[in-house]
């Protein structure tokens, strides 16, 4: 498969990391050379020092030989001229950047027209993602698939004192869980039985979505049985004002700090349930006039990792519920869970997953990029003429590091064991480390192309 990705940035670089994982064949275009120079020391794909709009430089690289093209700039305009560009000339399907919310009730129009085939908006999948969160019942960070019948949730252990220094095969009430992954200083660890558990270790427990509510009170972990009635959202960007506008919808008191003034009164004559402060929301003194600690969620969803985290912490401490900050870089994934965060946000992986779903095909019902992007959760149908049907897990051979965490059997959620025998149209959650997709792909491929190549080569 061929794919070309207009736009270097943190999206961009994602996609294209992503992809090379999985053997597909990328082109990276961007118009900042520098910006190429420093991805050509990371990744093995070919840049191009271009703009992603000129027709000859597209012919050039024979755009028509390719499958997909993402158009990923900074511009909506672009990103839909681009699309449009490379579909009449022959590219055979694109995908593109689109966020700016005056365009969300015309996007079908706009695909239709200009025939672009998937829009992705990167701040309204963010605060989607969001809105779940706060509206939810647990104070953890949690995955659902299987239409909801299975969930994958993430247990900080130094809220489980008895779990330290344990075996995971001592652990008690977890016959019908998995623990699929640790994160453990910085490093993540495939677990097996005798897998001894450390202080804190972040665990990533996947098992029916009932039998982690059991587990969840059996443990006595904080349930958040106080619903969101109000919140504060630190930055009227696109994220806030998304953010704003669901939760509003929703009967939630918001209340909005921003600073550019402009800004505020851009939101403010958009939604008119929301409270729209203009000032510095990193000043805890606006935010205490402002009546922070009655707050029951407080999100900082500003342009600077540093400023979410800060003041997201700074909230915590006030008393507030709910904590969740908006970041970027990947390296800050590693320290967010000892600051007391409830959760970290990040909008490369939520619209990277859900590119990677589209690249997969119809028979990819989910995507998710957890552990900071470097472990994901792919959910797959099982086909009916696939090798590996009909035959026990042990004697698959699947290779280290990669875990079927559950499958989904008449509508009925089995977590596997060795014995445990995949049927057509099983449903199959996959958690496998990024590192070890091409393992992951190869197993797959060792018959009849097997299920992921066939999805992969799919389009």
Excluded at 75 to 100: F, H, P, Q, W, Y
Excluded at 273 to 284: E, F, K, Q, S, W
Excluded at 340 to 364: E, F, H, M, Q
Aim: aromatic share 6%.
């Amino acid at each position: 498969m061929k794919v070309m990705v207009v736009g270097a940035g943190k999206l961009g670089y994602k996609l294209a990391e992503a992809m090379i994982n999985e053997d597909i064949y990328v082109t990276l275009v961007d118009s900042n050379p520098k910006v190429l120079e420093r991805i050509n020391d990371h990744l093995d794909v070919l840049t191009v020092n271009a703009n992603g709009t000129d027709i000859g430089v597209l012919k050039e690289l024979n755009i028509e030989t390719y499958d997909l093209l993402v158009a990923a700039t900074d511009s909506d305009e672009t990103n839909t001229v681009i699309c449009s560009l490379t579909k009449k000339i022959g590219c055979k399907k694109t995908i593109a950047r689109i966020r700016n919310p005056e365009y969300v009730q015309q996007l079908d129009f706009v695909k239709n027209e200009m025939g672009i085939d998937y829009i992705i908006n990167p701040e309204l999948a963010t605060a989607n993602a969001i809105e779940k969160y706060l509206l939810k019942s647990y104070s953890f960070n949690s995955e659902d698939f299987a239409s909801g019948k299975v969930s994958m949730v993430e247990f900080n252990l130094n809220s489980l004192e008895n779990f330290i220094g344990k075996k995971i095969m001592e652990l008690e009430d977890f016959e019908d869980l998995l623990i699929t992954a640790i994160s453990r200083d910085g490093n993540v660890i495939i677990p097996h039985g005798s897998t001894e558990l450390m202080e804190n270790d972040i665990i990533y427990v996947m098992g029916k979505s009932n039998n982690i509510d059991k587990l969840n009170k059996k443990l006595k972990v904080s349930i958040d049985k106080k619903s969101v009635k109000r919140a504060m959202i630190l930055g009227g960007g696109k994220i806030g004002y998304y953010l704003a506008q669901r939760l509003t919808a929703s009967n939630i008191n918001v209340t909005i700090v921003e600073q550019d003034k402009s800004r505020c009164h851009y939101i403010s004559e958009r939604l008119d349930n929301a409270l729209v402060i203009h000032g510095d929301g990193t000043d805890i003194n606006l935010l205490e006039e402002e009546d922070l600690a009655s707050m029951d969620a407080f999100i900082g969803v500003t342009g600077y990792d540093e400023q979410n985290l800060l003041m997201a912490l700074m909230a915590k401490q006030s008393g507030v519920n709910k904590t969740v900050a908006k970041i970027s870089r990947p390296s800050y994934v590693h320290v967010i869970d000892k600051l007391g965060i409830d959760a970290a946000i990040n909008p490369v992986n939520i619209t990277a997953s859900n590119i990677l779903k589209y690249i997969r095909g119809g028979k990819v019902v989910s995507v998710s990029l957890l552990l900071g992007g470097e472990g994901e959760v792919t959910e797959i149908i099982i086909g009916e003429d696939l090798t590996i049907v009909g035959k026990p897990i042990c004697e698959l051979g699947l290779p280290k590091g990669i875990i079927i965490g559950a499958i989904v059997h008449n509508g009925e959620v089995f977590i596997p064991n060795g014995k445990s025998v995949i049927y057509p149209k099983d449903r199959i959650i996959v958690f496998c480390l990024t590192s070890d997709m091409p393992a992951l792909k190869m197993f797959f491929k060792k018959s009849k192309g097997g299920i992921l190549g066939e999805l992969w080569n799919s389009n």
